[in-house]
C-alpha cells in the first residue's frame, strides 16, 4: 500500500482525477429571496428554471444553463449542520472581449447595474451583483 503522502501516491491520485474529472457541475446559494434571483440570473446569465421545490433546509430552485452545462442551485435556508461558509464571487467564461461588452451591454438595457471593465494579466472582466450582493464576474481571456 501507498503511503498518502508519497510522491508516488500523488501521482497516482492526480492521474485518476484527470480522468473522472470533466468540468463544473453546478454551485448552491443561500439567498434570501428566491424568487429575485431566479429572475435576477436569468437576466443576467440566461438561466433556465429546471426545478423547484421543497427540501428539509427550505424552499429551492434549480437553475440550468442552456449554453454552459452547469447549474446553479438556491435555496432559502440552511440545511441543519451545515457551515455559513460564503463565496466571495462567481465567474463565468465568455468568448472574447466583444462577447463581454456586448453582454454587459444588454445587461446594462435591461436594468441590472454593471461594474466597469476590469482588465487583469490573463482576462477582461465585468462584475454584477446578485440581490443578496454576490459578487458574479463574466471573463474573456485575453
Given at each position: ?20 474529472i470533466?468540468?463544473f ?10 424568487d ?16 423547484r421545490?421543497?427540501?428539509s ?47 454587459r ?17 490573463a ?20
Amino acid at each position: 500500500m501507498l503511503d498518502a503522502g508519497s510522491d508516488a501516491a500523488r501521482v497516482l491520485v492526480i492521474q485518476y482525477i484527470r480522468r473522472v474529472i470533466k468540468g463544473f457541475s453546478h454551485v448552491q446559494i443561500v439567498v434570501s429571496d428566491i424568487d429575485a434571483s431566479v429572475e435576477w440570473y436569468g437576466v443576467v446569465l440566461g438561466m433556465e428554471t429546471m426545478a423547484r421545490g421543497t427540501f428539509s433546509g427550505g424552499d429551492y430552485a434549480a437553475l440550468r444553463s442552456p449554453t454552459g452545462r452547469f447549474v446553479i442551485g438556491l435555496q432559502n435556508g440552511l440545511v441543519a449542520g451545515s457551515s455559513t461558509a460564503q463565496i466571495e464571487h462567481l465567474s463565468f467564461a465568455v468568448e472574447d472581449r466583444d462577447d463581454l461588452d456586448r453582454h454587459r451591454d444588454a445587461i446594462a438595457a435591461a436594468g441590472v447595474p454593471a461594474g466597469d471593465l476590469i482588465e487583469e494579466a490573463a482576462s477582461w472582466n465585468v462584475r454584477f451583483r446578485d440581490p443578496d450582493g454576490l459578487i458574479v464576474e463574466l471573463t474573456a481571456a485575453k
